[in-house]
Structures are given as structure tokens and as C-alpha cells.
């Protein structure tokens, strides 16, 4: 073997990273995707278990059902609809929903926060998402309530669909949405961060 056959041999031991080198290159790559994941699926874990615990469906979500069926049925009202609640129930003379646990926004405020939670961004960020975010999905979800009562009441056939296939899409739609929008304001505020 001549002199330039082993220099050559030699600069591609010395430019191919070793196993080690490459491991930890991508570690450091794709850690912080990994705790965003990781983070993200523990706390879902959290909430899941916490909203299906005798605590929170015997005493924190009948208070959350009827606070939905109490506003919504104001705001009813508003238009002429002469509205009355009982506990979660909305009724009127010719029609009447009860707003059943997963119509009250918990499990998409959940998702939204956990995504809030586990991405890099300042508290102060978060916060204001976390308000932000939480006000627009509350407010989204009395407009879904809303409206199916009214498509109850005028389009009865309607309702399944409204119910079950549209408004679940769109308000899933939204969550992401909102997460998206959070995300990109939030790397914004980070970009914009003086030193």
C-alpha cells in the first residue's frame, strides 16, 4: 500500500463521525422534539385519569355542564327563545337538550394546555396563551351548544349530524388550530427576546 492510499484511508477515518458521534448528534437534534412528546402524551395521561376519577364527574363537571346549559340558555334567550335550565338541561316548550359530559370543552382546553405546557416558550407565553386559548375554546363550545339547540329545535333531522360529525370536527379543528396560532405567536415572542 503506498503513501497516498493510506492518506486517503486515514481523512475518511477522520471525517466519518464514529457510531458515538452520531448518536449523540442526533440526541441533541431531536431531543427537545422528544420531551415535547414525551411531556406532551404524561400530562394527557394526568388529565385522563383526573377526569375520570369520582372526584372530578361527581363533583367538578356537573358544575361545568351547568354553568355551559346556564349561559348558554341566557344567551338563548337574547334571541326570543324563552329558554329555561335545569341542572344541565336547556328546555323550552317545543324542544330540550342536557348537555352531556365531552359538550363542555374539558377535553380540548386539556389537549390545548398540554401542548401549551410542554412547548419551550417563556411562562409569561404561556399564560397569556393558556388564558387566550381557554376563553376562545369556552366560547367556541357555548356557540356549538347554541347552535344545536337551535338546529334541534328547527332542523330536528339535522341534529345527528350537526352533533356527532360537524361540530366535533370543527371543534377539534380549532383546538389544533389555537395550538398552531399559540405556537407560532409564542416562537415569535421568543425571536423578539433581547439580550
Given at each position: 500500500?503506498?503513501?497516498?492510499?493510506?492518506?486517503?484511508?486515514?481523512?475518511?477515518?477522520?471525517s466519518a463521525p464514529s457510531l458515538s458521534d452520531t448518536i449523540r448528534l442526533l440526541w441533541s437534534q431531536k431531543r427537545p422534539v422528544l420531551f415535547f412528546v414525551?411531556?406532551?402524551?404524561?400530562?394527557?395521561?394526568?388529565?385522563?385519569?383526573?377526569?375520570?376519577?369520582?372526584?372530578?364527574?361527581?363533583?367538578?363537571?356537573?358544575?361545568?355542564?351547568?354553568?355551559?346549559?346556564?349561559?348558554?340558555?341566557?344567551?338563548?334567550?337574547?334571541?326570543?327563545?324563552?329558554?329555561?335550565?335545569?341542572?344541565?338541561?336547556?328546555?323550552?316548550?317545543?324542544?330540550?337538550?342536557?348537555?352531556?359530559?365531552?359538550?363542555?370543552?374539558?377535553?380540548?382546553?386539556?389537549?390545548?394546555?398540554?401542548?401549551?405546557?410542554?412547548?419551550?416558550?417563556?411562562?409569561?407565553?404561556?399564560?397569556?396563551?393558556?388564558?387566550?386559548?381557554?376563553?376562545?375554546?369556552?366560547?367556541?363550545?357555548?356557540?356549538?351548544?347554541?347552535?344545536?339547540?337551535?338546529?334541534?329545535?328547527?332542523?330536528?333531522?339535522?341534529?345527528?349530524?350537526?352533533?356527532?360529525?360537524?361540530?366535533?370536527?370543527?371543534?377539534?379543528?380549532?383546538?389544533?388550530?389555537?395550538?398552531?396560532?399559540?405556537?407560532?405567536?409564542?416562537?415569535?415572542?421568543?425571536?423578539?427576546?433581547?439580550?
Open positions: 500500500m503506498g503513501y497516498s492510499e493510506k492518506k486517503k484511508q486515514n481523512q475518511k477515518k477522520q414525551l411531556g406532551f402524551t404524561l400530562l394527557l395521561v394526568v388529565f385522563f385519569v383526573f377526569i375520570n376519577s369520582v372526584y372530578f364527574t361527581s363533583h367538578i363537571n356537573p358544575g361545568i355542564l351547568s354553568a355551559n346549559a346556564w349561559i348558554s340558555s341566557k344567551i338563548l334567550n337574547l334571541f326570543g327563545l324563552q329558554t329555561g335550565v335545569s341542572g344541565e338541561k336547556i328546555y323550552s316548550k317545543a324542544y330540550s337538550i342536557t348537555i352531556a359530559r365531552g359538550c363542555d370543552a374539558v377535553e380540548g382546553i386539556a389537549l390545548f394546555s398540554a401542548a401549551l405546557l410542554t412547548f419551550p416558550a417563556k411562562w409569561r407565553s404561556k399564560l397569556i396563551g393558556f388564558l387566550a386559548g381557554t376563553i376562545f375554546l369556552l366560547l367556541l363550545n357555548l356557540v356549538r351548544i347554541i347552535s344545536l339547540f337551535i338546529t334541534g329545535l328547527y332542523f330536528p333531522k339535522a341534529f345527528p349530524l350537526m352533533h356527532e360529525d360537524i361540530w366535533q370536527g370543527v371543534f377539534i379543528f380549532c383546538v389544533i388550530g389555537v395550538m398552531i396560532f399559540w405556537i407560532r405567536w409564542a416562537g415569535k415572542e421568543k425571536s423578539h427576546v433581547t439580550v
